[in-house]
């Protein structure tokens, strides 16, 4: 017997930038997903968002949640900002240092109120987030001196360049002159997820840049380095918690009502 579909999403926008991403949407409850990304989320009107972990359910005005912990978002009849920092992004690490004891972590209502209309600025005058403005409202974690493996940087340079998300382990190792064993190994170590799972990401990101064209799902499947279109669209419910096929109609859907400050 198929198991029911406990998911919906009424309307949603995804707004793409260098290595980060905000989802906008609207009455919404996912599916249980993970992704490589850390995920800050806020509320658009200082309603309260609810997000379920493996440790339980909580109702809060925003959030940051650590990357690859399985979860469910839920805001029924109300918009949100899911904003989302790829492990290579320079900035990555400092939000990172917000949840380095924990997997979770909830903003208080001025912070979500603070940073939801900074979301909205960028909206109106299309402008990419700034992570170092954002963690300003956040808890201030002192200076820090991380530092991005050069190597890695160089991987994952190399996969945000290829025109097909498709390549192996062994053909990166190479570029970068190491055995592949070891590639794998620190890029665990530095990115925090496996190379197939970032390969999966960047290559359902890459499919999602063209969500809205005429182009059928199974022609953006192909594009994108999936098999087929099945592996599409399980790819879309482990990562995003929907089916392209639902982002897709709920993209379409998303009418300028709803938010009419951010609308284009």
């Keep these: ?30 599916e249980w997903h993970r992704h490589p990304c850390i995920q800050l989320s806020v509320s658009y009107d200082c309603s309260k968002i609810q997000i379920e972990t493996g440790q339980g359910t909580q109702q809060l005005y925003g959030f940051i949640i ?79 001196h991380c530092y991005q493996d050069t190597r890695i940087i160089k991987a994952t340079t190399l996969i945000t360049e290829l025109p097909v998300k498709s390549i192996s382990s062994g053909e990166i190792s190479d570029h970068i002159y190491l055995s592949e064993s070891r590639f794998l190994h620190l890029f665990r170590q530095e990115m925090g997820t496996n190379f197939r799972g970032y390969l999966l990401w960047k290559r359902f990101h890459h499919a999602l840049e063209k969500i809205n064209s005429p182009d059928s799902l199974t022609l953006l499947a192909s594009h994108s380095g999936f098999s087929d279109s099945a592996h599409f669209s399980r790819t879309g419910v482990s990562l995003y918690g929907f089916s392209p096929s639902e982002l897709k109609n709920a993209s379409a859907a998303f009418p300028d009502h709803f938010l009419p400050q951010v609308s284009r």
């Excluded at 900074?118 to 987030?129: A, E, G, S, V």
């Design 1 to 30: 017997m198929r198991r029911k579909i406990d998911r919906y999403l009424e309307a949603v926008r995804l707004y793409q930038y260098h290595k980060q991403y905000l989802v906008l949407s609207h009455h919404m409850k996912t």
């Design 66 to 144: 650590a990357s690859n912990i399985k979860h469910r978002l839920h805001s029924e009849g109300k918009p949100c900002f899911n904003f989302l920092i790829d492990p290579a992004h320079p900035l990555y690490h400092v939000l990172s240092h917000q949840i380095e004891n924990t997997n979770l972590i909830a903003l208080n209502p001025e912070s979500t109120h603070l940073i939801a209309n900074y979301f909205i600025h960028c909206l109106q005058t299309d402008t990419p987030p700034d992570i170092l403005v954002l963690s300003r409202w956040l808890n201030d974690t002192g200076e820090c």
